[in-house]
């Protein structure tokens, strides 16, 4: 038998119960057909023998905390404090499933609240849900909702600087739905070419989407974004794919934005290869019913004692089924709580230094970059930035491989963005990135450019 | 009565836990020139964000660990949640999971610098195919509804490609709600289709629709939901495949039948494998999951890019794809739940996973032996790894599937799913799985009985239920009405 299993001698008293001779007999009502032999699969391994497999396959990894690392481009090398792994590991939040029995869910429905507050403090927006898959799909919730509610305007204006992954999945989802997307270029400073987007609105424009540091690292005038947005009737969303640049920046909640959304996974995810990580979602209170997603809602009980309850479940699948607003059912609320406990770790004060700390290391290294010669230069020198900027280069994939060989992950290459942003090298510096990284990138940029 | 103790106050929330000048971490000091805000825009800047809390890291351990004991996982005990397969989250794919070169690993990393992620997800690919018996498998959906999405935009796509615009996908009134969801938001219709007296896919029906010709799709589970499983699902295919429509198969129920039956072999041509149900990775408090989809021939060319391969001894990302519907999601997948499914399966092995099959309807069809004279079963037909039993001997005395479920919460049990499928109506769906030995089906089994007895003897104590769980029932009709969904400094 297997360990994760229960015994054969549990079996044989099951049968007699049942009143069968042998399991066989439970699945006689699955076609000859359509059975298998054994599966081609190696046989059950001991837990040594999955965790020496496994160690081989982490072992051909080039992982970024034993290099200098300056990797971004939509997924950031934040702290993540060693309680909030240790806290999540308790099996009464992690083995748990979604709070459908709340009197036995107050743990997980509680968190689902205060992440929902922390989410909203953070984006100065009304109402937030419980969590989505990821800022991709975080986006996409976003254009659907303004669809909905904005049903005769099936254009949406999306600002070129959206992260590429981000507009990728806006256009499969789109396409079925026969809306179209009119894209609008960055200017000179790498911000939203305000010109551009003037001409691109019209009455058949059900939202604006603009990402804010956006993908070329660039902080966006998101005031006058929401005021073009508004003025043509449309919805403006913006989107973050960096959250902590959320510690010093402000919102599109304080500009009118009708929704906030994206990724929070720099509030102490780990990369993770890409997931699982963690969308986010929080809009005006005006869009409440609307709104996609799980959300937790204050109550009390039979004994007035306070407690907390999924609620509006009218919105969702299990309840509205084709009506919905969203198919989703299982969302991410793992990587919802490591965030709602980062957060509390870093409170007030955390959340600012953070912000701050990151600024000023990538303002560092810009400085440096400046200083240099012609063989790098910064994309948009007059553009202000957060903790990411772009940095043209010929052969960035050549460049970066020279950097790695000295044990610095200079940073993403635009070229494996899809092919549309300048040609060079995202450098996203965070709190954890020393002095001494910082200036070995900076002797190496100058001697291997 | 449990021995559950009704403990201190009300755990707090940690914004009213906050106190001035605590600090919950503490950066490194800054070695670069401090430059504030300066160098932004000042119609950007924001202040500190006032109300975030002031708290210690011990007050965050205590908030925390408190708001975990009100929770019950399945780690406490059985955790029966029809149609969601709540096993056992073997503890050496969390430690795994977190291994350096696997939790750091950046998604834009070259893929010389990756090959042990890229080989991760080949493997799980060449496993799921094995266990599926279908022709290749992407990797990307974040969950299962997802995956269904996914698989609606392949067969949308295949429909176009071929030049034919059918817009109606047919759904069985069993089904789980996130398949008409994800079917409309992949732009079709649903036309719902009524099952037969056992519950099952009603072939004449289906007959009759695909006359109509606009048929792109019919959605079903296999098992059903009601854990029977489908005795038509070949002669469905074939009837589907002839008119040139497309099988979508749920794979929610993939733990009644892996390593017994292939679904390539019954005709699905999309299958979505809950790898946080079947697969065991955490359900996570509700996610993170992961919703892989299987598919046939027919629809490889619109899977969504990249894919894995490997040439050479080498992997390699894959974007040459002129059909794929695109991405669903940014990146590549929910990887940190693809490494805990392979290292499930490879701990599993061939015969560890057929063998949870087994223990999987053996354990269902225990329960359903223990509870049938208690409790009503609607649908009498064979049970794979679930049961659907439903309140209509107890609603008689005014009990409810409602009550019934709140009375086991102080039995110390997590309670079936309750009111699915659709056509049961107050229903009780128990999925124990694999994991449970005898004695906690047998404790549970006692539980239902006793209740079934106090329902027939004394059915306020039941509509009273739950007396010794941290909260009593809750006002859900004043939650509705009265959203507070958030917290606010001096209340409302």
Redesign the interface.
Same mark, same amino acid.
């Given at each position: 038998m297997h360990r994760y299993q229960a015994g054969s001698g549990d079996r044989q008293r099951m049968l007699a119960t049942i009143g069968i001779s042998s399991i066989e007999q439970l699945f006689e009502t699955i076609p000859a057909g359509v059975r298998c032999e054994a599966l081609d699969l190696p046989p059950a391994r001991s837990e040594e023998e999955v965790r020496r497999e496994f160690w081989a396959y982490a072992g051909a990894n080039a992982a970024p905390d034993c290099f200098a690392s300056f990797l971004g481009a939509g997924v950031y090398r934040h702290v993540a404090p060693a309680v909030a792994d240790a806290l999540i590991q308790r099996g009464e939040f992690f083995t748990a499933y979604t709070p459908y029995q709340p009197e036995v869910s107050q743990g997980t429905l509680q968190a689902i609240f205060e992440f929902q507050t922390y989410v909203c403090q953070l984006t100065e927006q009304d109402v937030a849900n419980a969590s989505l898959y990821d800022g991709a799909t975080a986006v996409v919730e976003a254009v659907l909702m303004a669809q909905r509610i904005l049903p005769g305007r099936p254009r949406v204006v999306v600002a070129g600087s959206l992260h590429p992954e981000f507009r990728a999945v806006l256009d499969t989802y789109e396409e079925p739905l026969g809306v179209t997307v009119t894209e609008v270029p960055w200017d000179v400073h790498g911000r939203l070419d305000g010109a551009a987007m003037a001409g691109a609105l019209g009455t058949d424009v059900c939202a604006v989407v603009v990402q804010s540091p956006n993908v070329l690292g660039v902080v966006e005038d998101l005031h006058a974004v929401g005021a073009a947005a508004k003025a043509a009737g449309a919805m403006a969303i913006h989107v973050v794919a960096e959250a902590t640049s959320l510690g010093v920046l402000a919102p599109g909640g304080r500009f009118g934005f009708d929704v906030v959304c994206g990724e929070l996974q720099a509030f102490g995810i780990p990369p993770s290869f890409g997931g699982p990580h963690l969308g986010f979602f929080a809009s005006s209170q005006a869009h409440l019913r609307q709104m996609p997603g799980r959300l937790a809602g204050e109550t009390v009980d039979s004994a007035g004692k306070r407690g907390f309850v999924l609620t509006l479940s009218t919105r969702e699948q299990h309840i509205r089924r084709a009506k919905a607003t969203s198919n989703i059912c299982t969302n991410h609320g793992l990587m919802a709580l490591v965030a709602t406990i980062t957060l509390s770790l870093l409170g007030r004060k955390g959340v600012r230094e953070t912000a701050l700390a990151s600024h000023a290391t990538a303002e560092y290294l810009k400085a440096g970059v400046r200083g240099q010669g012609p063989g790098v230069r910064l994309a948009f020198p007059e553009g202000p930035t957060y903790n990411e900027f772009l940095v043209l280069h010929d052969d960035p994939d050549g460049l970066l491989e020279r950097l790695r060989q000295e044990g610095i992950l200079g940073g993403v290459s635009t070229s494996r963005l899809g092919g549309r942003l300048p040609l060079g090298i995202l450098i996203a510096a965070t709190e954890r990135n020393t002095r001494r990284e910082c200036d070995l990138l900076l002797d190496a940029l100058r001697r291997l450019a | 009565m449990s021995d559950r103790p009704v403990g201190r106050a009300? &755990?707090k929330?940690?914004?009213e836990r906050?106190s001035p000048g605590?600090?919950?971490?503490q950066?490194?000091p800054?070695?670069?020139?401090?430059?504030?805000?300066t160098?932004?825009?000042g119609?950007?800047?924001?202040e500190? @964000?006032?109300?975030?809390?002031?708290?210690s890291?011990v007050d965050?351990?205590r908030?925390?660990?408190r708001?975990?004991?009100?929770?019950?996982?399945?780690? =406490?005990g059985l955790?029966p949640?029809g149609s969601?397969t709540?096993?056992?989250?073997?503890r050496?794919n969390? &430690?795994?999971?977190?291994?350096? *070169?696997?939790?750091?690993?950046?998604?834009?990393?070259?893929a010389n610098?990756?090959?042990?992620?890229l080989?991760?997800m080949w493997e799980l690919e060449q496993?799921l195919i094995?266990?599926t018996?279908m022709a290749r498998v992407t990797l990307q959906p974040?969950?299962?509804?997802?995956g269904?999405?996914t698989g609606m935009?392949m067969i949308?796509k295949a429909l176009i490609d071929r030049g034919e615009r059918r817009r109606t996908v047919l759904i069985p009134d069993s089904a789980?709600?996130?398949n008409?969801?994800?079917?409309?938001?992949?732009?079709f219709q649903?036309v719902e289709i009524a099952s037969t007296a056992a519950g099952t896919l009603d072939l004449a029906a289906l007959r009759r629709h695909l006359e109509g010709g606009d048929i792109a799709a019919l959605m079903v589970t296999v098992p059903n939901t009601l854990g029977?499983?489908e005795?038509e699902?070949?002669a469905a295919a074939e009837m589907l495949h002839e008119k040139g429509a497309f099988l979508y198969m749920d794979g929610a129920n993939l733990n009644a039948?892996?390593?017994?039956?292939?679904p390539g072999?019954?005709g699905a041509d999309a299958l979505h494998i809950?790898l946080?149900k079947t697969f065991?990775t955490?359900?996570?408090?509700? *996610?993170? *999951?992961?919703g892989p989809v299987a598919v046939s021939s027919a629809l490889v060319p619109y899977l969504?890019v990249p894919t894995v391969e490997k040439r050479g001894g080498r992997y390699a990302f894959d974007c040459d794809r002129p059909g794929s519907?695109?991405?669903?999601?940014?990146?590549?997948?929910?990887?940190?739940?693809l490494?805990r499914a392979l290292?499930y399966?490879?701990?599993?092995?061939?015969?560890?996973?057929?063998?949870?099959a087994?223990?999987a309807?053996?354990?269902a069809?225990?329960v359903r032996?223990?509870l049938e004279e208690s409790y009503h079963l609607q649908y009498t *037909?064979?049970s794979?790894h679930e049961v659907v039993f439903d309140d209509s001997l107890q609603a008689a005395v005014g009990v409810r599937n409602i009550d019934i479920?709140?009375r086991l919460?102080d039995y110390g049990f997590?309670?079936p799913?309750?009111s699915?499928p659709l056509i049961v109506h107050g229903a009780l769906m128990i999925e124990p799985t &694999?994991?449970?030995? @005898?004695e906690e089906?047998d404790a549970f089994i006692t539980a239902m009985r006793e209740i079934a007895r106090e329902a027939r003897e004394s059915p306020e104590l039941v509509k009273g239920a739950?007396y010794t769980?941290?909260?009593?029932?809750?006002? =859900?009709v004043?939650?509705?009405r009265q959203?507070?969904?958030?917290?606010r400094r001096g209340g409302r």
């Amino acid at each position: 038998m297997h360990r994760y299993q229960a015994g054969s001698g549990d079996r044989q008293r099951m049968l007699a119960t049942i009143g069968i001779s042998s399991i066989e007999q439970l699945f006689e009502t699955i076609p000859a057909g359509v059975r298998c032999e054994a599966l081609d699969l190696p046989p059950a391994r001991s837990e040594e023998e999955v965790r020496r497999e496994f160690w081989a396959y982490a072992g051909a990894n080039a992982a970024p905390d034993c290099f200098a690392s300056f990797l971004g481009a939509g997924v950031y090398r934040h702290v993540a404090p060693a309680v909030a792994d240790a806290l999540i590991q308790r099996g009464e939040f992690f083995t748990a499933y979604t709070p459908y029995q709340p009197e036995v869910s107050q743990g997980t429905l509680q968190a689902i609240f205060e992440f929902q507050t922390y989410v909203c403090q953070l984006t100065e927006q009304d109402v937030a849900n419980a969590s989505l898959y990821d800022g991709a799909t975080a986006v996409v919730e976003a254009v659907l909702m303004a669809q909905r509610i904005l049903p005769g305007r099936p254009r949406v204006v999306v600002a070129g600087s959206l992260h590429p992954e981000f507009r990728a999945v806006l256009d499969t989802y789109e396409e079925p739905l026969g809306v179209t997307v009119t894209e609008v270029p960055w200017d000179v400073h790498g911000r939203l070419d305000g010109a551009a987007m003037a001409g691109a609105l019209g009455t058949d424009v059900c939202a604006v989407v603009v990402q804010s540091p956006n993908v070329l690292g660039v902080v966006e005038d998101l005031h006058a974004v929401g005021a073009a947005a508004k003025a043509a009737g449309a919805m403006a969303i913006h989107v973050v794919a960096e959250a902590t640049s959320l510690g010093v920046l402000a919102p599109g909640g304080r500009f009118g934005f009708d929704v906030v959304c994206g990724e929070l996974q720099a509030f102490g995810i780990p990369p993770s290869f890409g997931g699982p990580h963690l969308g986010f979602f929080a809009s005006s209170q005006a869009h409440l019913r609307q709104m996609p997603g799980r959300l937790a809602g204050e109550t009390v009980d039979s004994a007035g004692k306070r407690g907390f309850v999924l609620t509006l479940s009218t919105r969702e699948q299990h309840i509205r089924r084709a009506k919905a607003t969203s198919n989703i059912c299982t969302n991410h609320g793992l990587m919802a709580l490591v965030a709602t406990i980062t957060l509390s770790l870093l409170g007030r004060k955390g959340v600012r230094e953070t912000a701050l700390a990151s600024h000023a290391t990538a303002e560092y290294l810009k400085a440096g970059v400046r200083g240099q010669g012609p063989g790098v230069r910064l994309a948009f020198p007059e553009g202000p930035t957060y903790n990411e900027f772009l940095v043209l280069h010929d052969d960035p994939d050549g460049l970066l491989e020279r950097l790695r060989q000295e044990g610095i992950l200079g940073g993403v290459s635009t070229s494996r963005l899809g092919g549309r942003l300048p040609l060079g090298i995202l450098i996203a510096a965070t709190e954890r990135n020393t002095r001494r990284e910082c200036d070995l990138l900076l002797d190496a940029l100058r001697r291997l450019a | 009565m449990s021995d559950r103790p009704v403990g201190r106050a009300a &755990e707090k929330l940690i914004f009213e836990r906050s106190s001035p000048g605590r600090v919950g971490y503490q950066l490194p000091p800054l070695e670069v020139p401090a430059v504030g805000t300066t160098m932004l825009p000042g119609t950007a800047v924001r202040e500190e @964000i006032a109300d975030l809390p002031e708290v210690s890291e011990v007050d965050v351990v205590r908030h925390f660990t408190r708001l975990s004991k009100l929770n019950y996982g399945v780690d =406490e005990g059985l955790y029966p949640l029809g149609s969601c397969t709540m096993k056992y989250n073997p503890r050496i794919n969390e &430690e795994i999971a977190r291994l350096a *070169g696997i939790a750091q690993l950046h998604p834009l990393q070259p893929a010389n610098q990756v090959q042990g992620a890229l080989a991760i997800m080949w493997e799980l690919e060449q496993a799921l195919i094995a266990i599926t018996g279908m022709a290749r498998v992407t990797l990307q959906p974040a969950a299962g509804a997802h995956g269904e999405l996914t698989g609606m935009l392949m067969i949308r796509k295949a429909l176009i490609d071929r030049g034919e615009r059918r817009r109606t996908v047919l759904i069985p009134d069993s089904a789980h709600g996130t398949n008409p969801a994800s079917a409309v938001f992949a732009g079709f219709q649903v036309v719902e289709i009524a099952s037969t007296a056992a519950g099952t896919l009603d072939l004449a029906a289906l007959r009759r629709h695909l006359e109509g010709g606009d048929i792109a799709a019919l959605m079903v589970t296999v098992p059903n939901t009601l854990g029977v499983f489908e005795p038509e699902i070949v002669a469905a295919a074939e009837m589907l495949h002839e008119k040139g429509a497309f099988l979508y198969m749920d794979g929610a129920n993939l733990n009644a039948f892996v390593g017994v039956a292939l679904p390539g072999t019954m005709g699905a041509d999309a299958l979505h494998i809950n790898l946080h149900k079947t697969f065991s990775t955490p359900h996570g408090g509700g *996610g993170p *999951g992961a919703g892989p989809v299987a598919v046939s021939s027919a629809l490889v060319p619109y899977l969504p890019v990249p894919t894995v391969e490997k040439r050479g001894g080498r992997y390699a990302f894959d974007c040459d794809r002129p059909g794929s519907i695109g991405k669903v999601r940014g990146f590549f997948g929910n990887f940190g739940m693809l490494v805990r499914a392979l290292a499930y399966i490879r701990s599993l092995g061939c015969d560890g996973l057929r063998r949870m099959a087994e223990g999987a309807v053996l354990n269902a069809n225990y329960v359903r032996k223990g509870l049938e004279e208690s409790y009503h079963l609607q649908y009498t *037909g064979a049970s794979l790894h679930e049961v659907v039993f439903d309140d209509s001997l107890q609603a008689a005395v005014g009990v409810r599937n409602i009550d019934i479920a709140k009375r086991l919460l102080d039995y110390g049990f997590h309670p079936p799913t309750m009111s699915f499928p659709l056509i049961v109506h107050g229903a009780l769906m128990i999925e124990p799985t &694999e994991s449970e030995g @005898i004695e906690e089906l047998d404790a549970f089994i006692t539980a239902m009985r006793e209740i079934a007895r106090e329902a027939r003897e004394s059915p306020e104590l039941v509509k009273g239920a739950p007396y010794t769980t941290p909260v009593r029932r809750l006002d =859900e009709v004043r939650a509705a009405r009265q959203p507070v969904l958030r917290w606010r400094r001096g209340g409302r």
